[in-house]
């Protein structure tokens, strides 16, 4: 936290950034909390849909089965990063 504030005061930038992810207090935290872990669940049940789609687009077959895995670890990768936004 220390060298943040250094290079923040070094580099003239107001601490926190005025466009920065922190919340200012509890209820603001939890409101940006709840919304990522929506967020990542609703990307991770389109990415079902639409990463099989755009991988069989670009690259045929081969790329819609990738798109296939690529969607599955979406589904169970972005919620839980959703979850980590949360608790952070």
Same mark, same amino acid.
């Given at each position: ?6 290079f923040?005061k ?7 950034p ?10 603001k935290g939890?409101?940006r !909390? ?6 990542g669940?609703?990307? !991770?049940l389109?990415g079902?849909v639409y990463?099989?789609?755009?991988g ?16 599955? !670890?979406?589904?169970? !990768? ?10 952070a």
């Amino acid at each position: 936290m220390l060298l943040i504030q250094a290079f923040m005061k070094a580099s003239r930038l107001p601490f926190p950034p005025p466009d920065s992810y922190w919340a200012n207090n509890v209820v603001k935290g939890v409101g940006r !909390g709840t919304s990522s872990i929506l967020y990542g669940v609703a990307r !991770g049940l389109g990415g079902i849909v639409y990463d099989p789609y755009i991988g069989a687009k670009n690259n045929g077959f081969k790329g819609g089965s990738f798109g296939v895995v690529k969607g599955i !670890g979406g589904l169970v !990768g972005r919620p839980i990063k959703g979850c980590f936004d949360f608790v952070a």
